[in-house]
Structure formats: C-alpha cells, structure tokens
C-alpha cells in the first residue's frame, strides 16, 4: 500500500508543501557537507594557527619541565597549578576551536535556514518498529551511505598512501630528530594529507548533497488528490467558492435591477446591450445605475418598459459606455457629447408629451 501510495505522488511539491516540511524538521542535509566544513576548518586551523598555538603551548610546558623541582605538591599549590595550565591550554586553542564551531554550524546553514522544530525529537512507533528498522537498513540512502563509506576509505587511503609513500624514509628517521624537527615535519605532512583530503571531500560532498536533495525532493511530491485538498484549504472549496460567486451576483443583479427605475433613459444595441442612465439637474455628468448584456440587458429593458423609462437605440455609444463605465460611476468625459444628445431628445419627448393634453 504505503508504494502505490508513493507512485501516486507524481506532481511537484508545492511552496507551501515545502515551508511545512522546513517547519516540521524535514530539510536537506547532507552529513558530508558538514564533515567537508570541519575538515576543512581543521586544515585552514592547523596552517593558521599551528605556530603560535604550539609556540604557547612550548613555552607553558618547557617552563613547567625546567621549575619541575619548584613546583609545590601540595593540595593548595597543586590545585592553582592546574588552574594555570588550563588557562593557558585554553587561551592557545581557544581560536582554534571557535573556527572549528563555526565551520561545523557553517555546514548546516549553509545547506538550510534554521530550523526550530520538536517533530524529529518525538516519539514515533516507526522509530522502534523492527520492520521499519529493516526497511531503513536496506533503503536506497542506507545503501549509499555504505557505498560513500568504501569510497571515502579508499579514496582517501590510496591518496594518504601517495603522498606518505615517498616519505617514508624520512618518516624513519623521526626517531632520531629531536622534538621541534619532529613537530615541523608532522606538520608539513599533515597538512599536505589534509589539503589532499579536503579536495576529495569536496567532491564526495557535493554529489552527496545531490542526491540528498533529490532524495529529499522525492519525499515531499504529491499526488493530485493532495494537490486538490491543499488547493481547498489555501483558496476554498472550489464549488462552494462557485456558489458564493453566484449568490453576490444574483443580489448585485437585483440591486441593478431595483436601481433601474432611477434612471432617466435606456440606451441599447438593440438587444445585446442595455445602459442605464441617470440624469438630474445639478449633476456633473449622468450616472450609470444599470448596464448588462443579453438576458441581463433584456430584464432591463423590461424594467424600464414597466417603469416607462424611454429607451433609445445607439449600438456604438450602448457598446463603448458598457466597456468604460462601471455602475454607479459618472461616464467618462469623452461621451459627454453622445449623451448629452441623448437626454436632450428624451427631454424634448418628455416635454412634447406633456403639452400634448393642451
């Protein structure tokens, strides 16, 4: 189940997708690209600071050698002592290990910003499940962490060997040199070692972090029953958002249609548009209380019948007033002229009506 489950998970994650799965822990990481950053802090320490680190520490301890017979024994003096070295041990590596601290948080953040999540820390049955334990111990990433082992022993072996190899003479002799020779040649050695081994994890590293990124890429797609629930919850149930759309347009419609006996005349294309203007003296310009199309024009045409509202054929000014006029907003000023005729005939109509009795 749990792989038909996965093989449905065909679509791309989502930006929300992945920010839930930053929030709950679930992030790129790759523990190479952490080691690179110690390794490499350690190399970039031991070239930096091995002189005067081991300077420091060579005149604590030459001094502590030569005052041996002056050092007191006893319970006070021993302790203040100790104190001392430790103090001094700690002020020669103090540099060091601070860039040791930031290479090692370097690594993470590098990789990804920074998680606050308790998820990873709480207990899960898939954590002490022994069929689980054994789908991990022979998942994809428990095989290549054992293939990233071999070849990380045997690069790196085959690359110390290479450069030892040749030195191997003057390695022997070591036992002859005294103490500072012997310390300067290590030093030479293991930095060549270290630098060597820095550029190899470099590249073990960075296909590690790949294929962490693919791997963890994978995990988070999603099926398209996943897409449409996320979809819901983020814009709304898409029928239920269909039905809202149609309830504020059936009450604008009938706000329209309440509005239309206002108006002072129609003006229609002759059945595909319906304008509705309002007209009063005292006004800047005429306003549009209604406008619709098709059977929206055709209600307003028989509102205004109803209301004997006068309703006058114009296609091209019906046409452009529809397209740049919006309910209850004044008509913009270049159709000044076109309406103003207009509701200058309706007025005369009016006028001629009423002096008909007479």
């Known amino acids: 189940m749990a792989d038909e489950h996965d093989?449905?998970?065909?679509?791309?994650?989502?930006q929300k997708r992945l920010d839930e799965a930053h929030e709950r822990g679930d992030v790129v990481k790759s523990q190479e690209v952490s080691t690179w950053f110690v390794i490499g802090g350690g190399a970039l320490m031991l070239a930096a600071f091995s002189g005067s680190m081991s300077g420091g520490l060579t005149t604590t301890f030459r001094g502590l050698i030569a005052n041996a017979h002056q050092i007191p024994v006893d319970g006070r003096g021993l302790i203040s002592i100790t104190a001392r070295i430790e103090r001094e041990v700690l002020a020669a590596i103090a540099l060091p290990l601070a860039v040791l601290v930031v290479?090692?948080?370097?690594?993470?953040?590098?990789?990804?910003?920074l998680v606050w999540s308790t998820?990873?820390?709480?207990?899960?049955f898939s954590k002490i499940s022994p069929l689980a334990g054994l789908k991990r111990l022979f998942s994809a990433q428990a095989l290549a962490n054992f293939a990233k082992g071999i070849i990380k022993l045997a690069v790196v072996g085959a690359v110390m060997v290479a450069l030892l190899w040749p030195q191997r003479h003057r390695l022997e002799g070591l036992v002859q040199t005294d103490i500072l020779g012997t310390l300067m040649i290590t030093r030479?050695?293991?930095?060549?070692?270290?630098?060597?081994?820095?550029?190899?994890?470099?590249?073990?590293?960075?296909?590690?972090?790949l294929f962490q990124y693919r791997q963890w890429f994978e995990r988070q797609k999603m099926s398209l029953r996943e897409m449409k629930e996320e979809f819901k919850q983020t814009e709304g149930d898409p029928i239920v958002k269909g039905k809202i759309r149609q309830l504020r347009q059936a009450r604008a419609r009938r706000r329209m249609m309440a509005a239309v006996p206002k108006a002072s005349v129609i003006i229609t294309n002759p059945t595909h548009y319906a304008i509705a203007l309002q007209y009063d003296r005292g006004m800047e310009a005429p306003i549009c209380v209604a406008k619709g199309i098709d059977a929206v024009a055709l209600k307003n045409r028989e509102v205004?019948?109803?209301?004997?509202?006068?309703i006058v054929e114009n296609p091209p000014l019906a046409r452009a007033l529809h397209a740049s006029v919006e309910i209850d907003q004044e008509i913009p000023p270049e159709h000044y002229k076109a309406v103003a005729e207009v509701i200058g005939y309706?007025?005369?109509?009016?006028?001629?009506?009423?002096?008909?009795?007479g």
Do not use: C, W
């Open 304 to 310: 205004a019948g109803e209301h004997s509202i006068p």
């Open 103 to 113: 290479a090692a948080l370097a690594g993470n953040l590098i990789q990804h910003r």
């Open 346 to 357: 309706v007025m005369k109509l009016r006028r001629g009506v009423g002096r008909a009795p």
């Open 119 to 124: 998820d990873p820390i709480k207990p899960k």
């Open 188 to 209: 030479t050695l293991s930095l060549d070692v270290l630098t060597a081994v820095v550029a190899i994890m470099f590249l073990v590293a960075a296909a590690d972090y």
């Open 7 to 14: 093989s449905d998970r065909t679509e791309d994650p989502t």
